[in-house]
């Protein structure tokens, strides 16, 4: 079946534009999560969805990042007022099962966002 | 989450077993064991879990030890394909975050 899938795959932004990124994850998969790796890192977490309501966005680093998800499947993840420091690849994540312990999340391909 | 610790990067012939190790000396009795692992220009992939008990899949086998301090993640042959970085990852059941805290991984490289 499908897998999630993000989109663009590539994106250039002079530094200030706003840029949106989306995200369609597996359907009827409740948990979705962003994540953000720079160069050379492990992805870091952004923030969490599960259904419509954003349950967790302590990741956010500032308050020109913005997500939503507002019929709980899609999701866009909204920059607003890029900066180069936000040149990064942005992962989207879904996953079925609502326990911690055992649940398995399953990646998009990610978008790579530069900042010029 | 409790941490974990892995080398950086190891290296495999093609076509051998390969066994990378996680350090997880503060893991707690809730916690799973996860590996992720990141090809080249691609999102993470699910690999394994488990708990106590070793466990095996089509993937790769997971050995933990007794005390549960360390596991080890087992390609029982390495192809091109399996070069990527792998993850160690604990997910308590009880308490914590919903989200994956990935760390650095081990770049594994597999020599033809």
């Known amino acids: 079946g499908a897998g999630v899938s993000q989109s663009p795959r590539y994106k250039v932004a002079k530094r200030g534009q706003d840029v949106a990124l989306r995200c369609d994850p597996i359907s009827g998969h409740v948990s979705l999560f962003w994540y953000q790796q720079a160069l050379g890192q492990g992805p870091e977490f952004l923030t969490y969805?599960?259904?419509?309501?954003?349950?967790?966005k302590s990741g956010l680093p500032s308050d020109r990042f913005f997500a939503e998800r507002p019929e709980g499947s899609v999701s866009t993840l909204k920059i607003q007022r890029t900066q180069q420091e936000d040149s990064a690849v942005y992962l989207c994540?879904?996953?079925?099962?609502?326990?911690?312990?055992?649940?398995?999340?399953?990646f998009g391909p990610g978008t790579r966002l530069t900042v010029l | 989450d409790a941490k974990t610790t892995q080398p950086n990067s190891m290296e495999s012939n093609e076509e051998e077993p390969v066994h990378l190790p996680c350090n997880h000396s503060t893991i707690s009795g809730t916690d799973y064991i996860h590996w992720y692992r990141q090809l080249p220009s691609q999102g993470p992939e699910y690999v394994i879990h488990?708990?106590?008990s070793n466990v095996n899949n089509r993937m790769a086998s997971l050995a933990i030890a007794e005390d549960r301090k360390s596991s080890t993640l087992i390609l029982h042959r390495a192809t091109l394909r399996d070069a990527a970085v792998y993850y160690c990852i604990l997910r308590d059941s009880q308490t914590g975050a919903n989200n994956l805290f990935f760390g650095t991984g081990t770049r594994l490289t597999v020599i033809p």
């Open positions: 488990g708990l106590t």
């Open positions: 969805f599960q259904n419509e309501a954003q349950l967790d």
């Open positions: 994540a879904s996953s079925f099962s609502l326990y911690r312990g055992t649940d398995t999340q399953y």
